[in-house]
């Protein structure tokens, strides 16, 4: 990534210096084992100023937002309009009304299924997927075609788990309405070029979505540059809050688009004749919002600032490497997804053991890692296998955690009796 080729390198011992200390759950021991917390692509873990920021604001801020005359409403609408800003700033986004809160990646995704698909799409109209796509980038398209009628596309990978390209751009026609791709794939690790993707599917006509779940936490999001129509990621995987996440919509694209949800605070009048709707975001906001969600978010977003997102990216580059080479290195040991291009994500399987298993026996040992499809069935079955093993890599880890990670695999394969020398 172009982050980690301008950043300086991490400090020996493989470590960001302080880091770990601001994340409080890492200093709780495991089965009486340091924490080694290796599952980062489903959640990271949340630093103290993020705690501390949603903690704040229930004890000094706490109001519904939006029409509310005293103080503490208006304060808790500055306090949500700021952190819509902070993450327009973060993406790079032209305008704040850009930015829709919702609960997560899943539902930024149905919003655009629902709300921009069901206004667009007829029967024998295509949409184009990839084979890395997690589920919640899948099913929601497969249920708009059943609705719709239009036709699921998905292009294939190659054995690194690449996107191949020449597929890719064959599958593109005069039918394509919705190009849908991941940025990082959850399961491999892949770094998709979506720019050079989204250049394509817009030359073909085709509006883009990316799916940027276990982007922006490892590097630089600039939507403008992307060029992208949609954009949406979940705050949980970029140390924030479980149940608050973003959809980015380009300005346009969202004032076209009807409301999804119907409620209070997406309305601009309401009669029992009709209704009539507010501009975006608000329109797509139904309801009282997760604000302390919203604000810890930006937390968040300002914790990776102040560290750098250049730095991270170079660390988790190097743990990456060390561990490809570490735990590629051990004898019965198969890497899954080996892209040139790859996020901190490292797949892997064990000769005998089944990888639920090995996730069992590892969090023994304190490390905790994922094991399964990964919510990828489809790209599981491309390479022919149930699932695999998933070491996920964030800012707070270290070299000393991929060698507890190595030792555990040792352990496990003792257990086993599969370990072979060298």
Known sequence: MSAQASAPPPPAGGALPG??????ILARPVHGRRLVY????????KPEAVIEAERRFYRESNANIHRGVHWLSQHATELYDAARATVQRYLNAAHAEEIVFTRGTTEAINLVAHSWGHSRLEAGDEILLTTLEHHSNIVPWQLLCAQTGAVLKVAPVDDAGELDLAAFDALLGERTRLVAITHVSNALGTVNPVAELTARAHAAGAVVLVDGAQAVAHQAVDVQAINCDFYAFSGHKLYGPTGIG???????RLAAMPPWQGGGDMIRTVAFERSTFAEPPQRFEAGTPNIAGAIGL??????????????????EHALLEHAS??????????LVGTARDKAGILSFLVDG???????????????AIRAGHHCAMPLMTRFGIPGTARASFAMYNDIGDIDAL?????????LFGTRRPG
């Open 19 to 24: 880091i770990a200390a601001d994340f409080p």
């Open 38 to 45: 290796l599952d980062n692509g489903a959640t990271t873990q």
């Open 246 to 252: 973003v959809l980015y919509g380009r300005a346009e």
């Open 298 to 315: 930006a937390a968040a977003i300002d914790y990776v600032d102040r560290v750098g997102l250049a730095r991270i990216a170079a660390h």
């Open 325 to 334: 080479a570490a735990v590629g290195g051990i004898p019965g040991v198969r």
């Open 353 to 367: 053991i089944h990888p639920h298993d090995l996730g069992t026996i590892l969090d023994a040992e304190g490390v």
């Open 406 to 414: 190595v030792a555990a695999i040792h352990k496990a394969q003792d």
